[in-house]
């Protein structure tokens, strides 16, 4: 019998640490402030991430709810985001610089995204194992973020994300309470091939 990890309702088919499975995004939260110090404490777990060329892309912008920096990043989340990011501690923009310094000079990076990506995953880990969670999101406005966020040339933005305290579903619209549950993942089977794809068929 296979060794498996549980956590919530959720269970590995691999020992894994519960961690892993801690880890989902809820919408429900208490309204609590995200204090400064906790907010830095996750990004210094970010900061720690690989990358190409160790030319570490990520770019952090955040507001703390109650502060004057809330609400022009609030105000870029689509309509039904902004509805239960309302009662989030802290909203924060990841962006990634597609640019690197290289021994050959400046040079675009084929990584930049990617490793932006680890970045946010080792800073949502941390923010589970400090009792926040964080909720990421492509739900804002494409068009204006840039901007709002005085984004320099070279650079994407490539998700918000919305830290609080999970709370209540109850205190959610009904519409979206049904889908206040961790969810599952694909077995490795659908995404995991020794030596290549499997043939497509014809």
């Not at 502060?67 to 009662?87: D, S």
């Not at 924060?92 to 640019?99: I, P, R």
């Not at 490795?188 to 043939?199: H, K, N």
């Amino acid at each position: 019998m296979p060794v498996t990890t549980s956590a919530n309702s959720r269970t590995a088919d691999h020992p894994i640490d519960a961690l892993f499975l801690e880890r989902w995004s809820p919408r429900a939260f208490t309204g609590e402030a995200v204090s400064q110090a906790d907010l830095m404490t996750m990004i210094e777990a970010a900061r720690w991430a690989p990358s190409g060329y160790n030319s570490q892309p990520w770019r952090f912008v955040y507001g703390l709810r109650d502060t004057p920096a809330w609400e022009p990043l609030f105000g870029l989340l689509v309509p039904f985001n902004q509805g239960w990011v309302k009662n989030a501690g802290a909203l924060v923009f990841l962006a990634s610089n597609g640019m690197m310094n290289t021994p050959d000079g400046l040079k675009p990076s084929y990584s930049a995204s990617f490793d932006a990506g680890t970045a946010s995953g080792l800073f949502q880990l941390q923010a589970i194992k400090m009792g926040w969670h964080a909720h990421g999101m492509t739900g804002f406005d494409h068009e204006r973020a840039p901007a709002a966020l005085n984004l320099p040339p070279h650079h994407r933005v490539e998700a918000a994300f919305a830290i609080g305290r999970k709370a209540d579903p109850a205190t959610l619209p009904e519409e979206v309470r049904a889908r206040e549950t961790p969810n599952g993942r694909h077995p490795l089977s659908d995404f995991v091939f020794e030596g290549g794809f499997p043939p497509r068929e014809a």
